[in-house]
């Protein structure tokens, strides 16, 4: 059981170049979102999704498309990466009753 | 005004001694609340859940007053592998969405 996995774990990009990042789960949960943490901001939503084929917008969605095609993996997308969406991005998953959120190892995202 | 505030800290703890801290939440309709634990480069893993008038696992215990519009959580006989970052977590709304503070940290010496 790997809980939850995201891929990449670090990356660098140019500025202008687009990227996905890909979180899974295998605990069949219904939930599952993206964060961004940047220090002394705690975690913003970015998006997040409340079923397969479903995805919804949150705190800063702005420069980000997500997908959810398959219930277990989340699709973040960069388009057109800017210097601003430097951070750690985290993905995470929850269901059943008691919306206990399980998050992945995080990736560390650089763009210059 | 932030919707869920902490106190960044951090706050300094000899091994041993008690140490508590407040997270404030600006929607009173709020539902649910957690307490994250957050160690350096690494993913929040859940402590504790606060459901209602609060919560003990161990040496942590965790409190929820609603009239008052926040949470705390307080740890006993603290050890050095209490050294953390600590996130208040909270669901404002029946949806899966949650908010979450910026985190306190504790710095546990010997």
């Known amino acids: 059981n790997a809980g939850v996995t995201q891929t990449p774990k670090f990356r660098v990009l140019k500025t202008g170049q687009s990227m996905t990042l890909l979180c899974a789960q295998d605990?069949?949960?219904?939930?599952m979102y993206w964060y961004r943490q940047d220090p002394g901001m705690g975690l913003r939503l970015i998006h997040y999704s409340v079923g397969e084929g479903t995805t919804a917008k949150g705190e800063v969605p702005d420069g980000y498309n997500v997908s959810r095609l398959k219930k277990q993996n989340f699709l973040l997308g960069l388009e057109s990466a800017a210097p601003s969406q430097t951070s750690v991005y985290f993905c995470a998953s929850c269901g059943g009753s008691s919306y206990e959120q399980y998050f992945g190892p995080g990736t560390r995202l650089t763009v210059t | 005004r932030k919707e869920v505030e902490q106190d960044p800290g951090p706050f300094n703890v000899p091994e041993g001694a008690t140490v508590a801290f407040n997270c404030t939440y600006s929607n009173s309709a709020s539902q649910s609340f957690f307490w994250y634990r957050q160690d350096c480069r690494k993913e929040p893993k859940l402590l504790m859940s606060v459901y209602s008038s609060g919560n003990e696992d161990g040496r942590f215990t965790a409190q929820l007053n609603r009239a008052s519009q926040y949470i705390s959580l307080l740890i006993r006989d603290s050890k050095l592998s209490d050294s953390a970052t600590y996130l208040c977590v909270v669901n404002p709304d029946s949806w899966g969405k949650f908010q979450f503070g910026a985190g306190t940290q504790v710095v546990v010496t010997p």
């Open positions: 605990m069949n949960h219904e939930y």
